[in-house]
């Protein structure tokens, strides 16, 4: 049989990452309406890990008529039979996939109910005593209710469910430190002022091990702590009945008041248990590729940015959170404008629309630790929409909504400046001149002096890279920046005796959940001429390494081993960038884009002295990675009014917007747009334009770029 190489793909990571199957272990696999091909997949990759697979297929329409008539007898003993084997399993990895939601809408909710308590002993061993993990299945039905293509739903799923989960661990961890140090949580958005605590609960994070996809950190709120109203924003779908505007009021953590567009069914389910009215989780999602809701729990509660509130689990204690959840269990995701955390003094995190930062925690970790079932009963779900904010009213706040890209930073003129200060804060003082909004640099080679005496100091291990890439990062992620391309000085792989690539990694292993980094070789013109030739002749061949930029004096030539270089790393399906048209005029933007073969320009600028390299650039669908502050601080222009920018925009050159080396210019992405409103004079529309042009060049998958660009269509009215 064939089998699609996606689902080996698949097979390996659930055989490999999620269960680590050993030898001689036995598995269950557990198959709801999935192509057997697939089945076939799990099976083949099990015993090439010398397992032992055991097979058992569900068909949806069956499962209904068995449901429709269940008996309490006959599901005792099934119940049984299926503990008797689960018992022999050391792991269980289940596919679900589904023709029709609806499948169970007529089973009668007793029979469900009677179902699902006699089998839970089933369900609580395999938790508790398997290597375990559930997936969902793309189908048709699916698709359609992501409102997508089946083709583009499958590349959506499995890009999810083979992402490289274990990226997403620092950022993870960060996340759930920051959790377990918190008191006070307050939540607020559209309809929602939610506040409680999740003091000594504990939190858990979530990154691949037992669902696919994955991508959460989960606590619990204090049982009586929670006061307030939460308003859900997306059509949900539980026990086969639709529910809308789910609407919830808590007092002393009880549920006193639910409505829906089936109040009486919502307040049926909220009725069918103790502990249905109070919550039993509550979870921050961030899997960076979802970002839009499927419609399905499984996946709406990993969205970039969502928070979800779960109500439903029964037990006397939340410090001490070990029973099993209720079979009243239901969950909705929730898109909140602003979420807040605090703890006494000790920590905080913030929350924006569509993404999430930990930004800084210092408390002590409770020793208590959430114990609780880590499933949600299959087949009990309510999901939720992230909202279509209203346009922000402020000019900052349209600013910081807009999903925005850097795509032109130097990590070594990003150096954060209160790291430095760390090293030696008489050295560096609290406010030097040249961070100064006044200040201009009277030369280049005055300003990469300036660069190079207060980065180098730090920039003197692979770990220094990557301290200072996590601060760099959470400052993007603040500002709602979601992809950053950044590139490193080569040269100073030869100071520190530190490879390219354990460099690489060193920055790409810092980006947090919901935050896209590139990274970027860049060189000086003469580098070749050097100890740099045999790493610059290996450029084509690294991992992790996104392409070349040509940087620093602009006045020297253009050497011609770089044609050769940057012509082998483009081939070689990477990226290329220079410099050009900053310093010198726009012969070398001519250069960069005929010769050197980039559609990458950094700055060009001064491309605006000469309309026909103007058009050539917009002809050929050229990039230009501005950074107007900095052009201006190096009096490239005189002011920002005057820059060329919207004149290159007008010519249908492709600009973008970044901040080049903020240690040197103390500016930032938002601070960017800002200037750009204030100083020159621009629109929302064009800012939004601006944000639309970084995301058409951004390294994306498709679906995501739509999902961005769509996102600022709705900021802009447009
Ligand atoms: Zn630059």
New binding site residues.
């Given amino acids: 049989m064939i089998i699609d190489p996606r689902f080996t793909q698949l097979a390996q990571g659930l055989t490999g990452f999620s269960t680590r199957l050993g030898k001689g272990e036995r598995v269950l696999v557990d198959a709801f309406d999935v192509p057997d091909a697939m089945v076939i997949a799990l099976v083949r990759a099990a015993r090439a890990r010398g397992a032992l697979p055991y097979v058992q297929i569900h068909r949806a329409r069956i499962s209904r008529e068995m449901a429709l008539g269940a008996e309490e007898a006959q599901y005792v003993s099934l119940s049984e039979i299926e503990l008797a084997r689960m018992r022999q399993m050391d792991a269980y990895i289940a596919l679900r996939g589904s023709e029709n939601i609806f499948e169970a809408a007529d089973v009668p909710s007793s029979r469900v109910q009677l179902v699902s308590r006699l089998m839970k002993p089933v369900i609580d061993h395999r938790v508790n005593k398997t290597k375990w993990v559930v997936l969902r299945w793309p189908t048709p039905a699916m698709a359609q209710q992501a409102s997508m293509s089946t083709e583009a739903f499958e590349d959506f799923y499995f890009r999810v469910c083979t992402l490289d989960y274990a990226r997403m661990k620092p950022g993870m961890k960060a996340l759930a430190e920051l959790m377990r140090s918190t008191d006070r949580v307050h939540v607020t958005g559209p309809g929602t002022d939610l506040r409680f605590s999740i003091k000594g609960i504990g939190a858990k994070e979530c990154g691949g091990q037992y669902n696919i996809p994955d991508g959460e950190v989960f606590s619990c709120p204090v049982r009586d702590s929670v006061e307030g109203v939460v308003q859900y924003n997306a059509p949900s779908v539980y026990l086969g009945s639709s529910f809308d505007n789910i609407r919830l009021v808590f007092r002393k953590g009880r549920i006193v008041e639910a409505s829906s567009s089936s109040t009486r069914r919502l307040n049926e389910i909220l009725d069918s248990d103790a502990g249905a009215r109070y919550v039993g989780e509550f979870a921050l999602g961030f899997n960076p590729h979802i970002l839009e809701p499927m419609r399905d729990i499984l996946f709406d509660e990993k969205i970039a940015g969502s928070f979800h509130f779960t109500p439903g689990q029964a037990y006397g204690n939340a410090a001490t959170a070990t029973s099993p959840r209720s079979t009243g269990t239901w969950s909705a995701s929730s898109a909140p404008n602003t979420a807040e955390g605090r703890s006494g003094s000790t920590a905080s995190w913030s929350a924006g629309t569509g993404c999430l930062s930990p930004s800084r925690s210092t408390g002590s970790i409770p020793t208590t630790c959430l114990r609780a079932a880590r499933e949600r009963p299959r087949g009990t779900q309510a999901r939720s929409r992230p909202m279509n904010p209203a346009p922000p009213r402020s000019l900052d706040s349209f600013i910081q909504a807009l999903p925005k890209t850097e795509t032109?930073?130097?990590m070594e003129?990003a150096l954060p400046y209160e790291l430095l200060r760390t090293l030696d804060p008489d050295l560096y003082p609290d406010d030097p001149e040249f961070r100064r909004e006044t200040y201009r640099y009277p030369t280049f080679p005055n300003f990469e002096q300036t660069l190079l005496r207060h980065a180098l100091p730090w920039y003197t291990s692979a770990e220094r890279y990557h301290e200072a890439a996590r601060v760099i990062f959470a400052g993007h992620v603040r500002e709602n920046v979601r992809y950053v391309e950044t590139?490193f000085h080569l040269h100073v792989t030869e100071f520190i005796h530190v490879p390219g690539p354990v460099i690489i990694d060193a920055i790409l292993s810092a980006a947090p959940p919901g935050l896209e980094v590139r990274v970027f070789a860049?060189m000086l013109r003469n580098a070749y001429d050097g100890p740099l030739r045999a790493a610059i002749d290996a450029l084509p061949g690294w991992e992790g390494l996104a392409g070349v930029?040509l940087?620093g004096f602009e006045e020297m030539p253009t050497e011609p081993w770089s044609f050769r270089v940057w012509e082998r790393v483009a081939a070689a399906g990477k990226v290329t960038k220079c410099?050009a048209g900053?310093f010198t005029g726009p012969a070398r933007v001519r250069e960069a884009i005929q010769q050197l073969g980039v559609r990458r320009v950094?700055?060009g600028v001064r491309a605006i002295e000469d309309p026909a390299v103007v058009s050539l650039a917009a002809d050929l669908g050229v990039t230009f990675?501005l950074?107007p502050l900095?052009n201006v601080r190096l009096r490239v222009v005189p002011d920002l009014a005057s820059h060329p920018i919207r004149r290159l925009m007008l010519a249908g050159v492709n600009c973008t917007v970044s901040t080049?080396?903020p240690l040197c210019f103390a500016n930032s992405v938002n601070g960017e747009y800002a200037a750009l409103a204030g100083q020159a004079g621009f629109t929302r529309s064009e800012l939004a334009q601006v944000a639309r042009n970084g995301w058409s060049v951004a390294d994306v998958a498709e679906s995501e770029r739509r999902a961005r660009l769509a996102e600022i269509d709705r900021l802009a009215g447009t």
Avoid: R
């Fill in positions: 032109h930073l130097h003129g590139s860049g930029d940087h410099h900053e950094q700055h990675d950074c900095s080049d080396d």
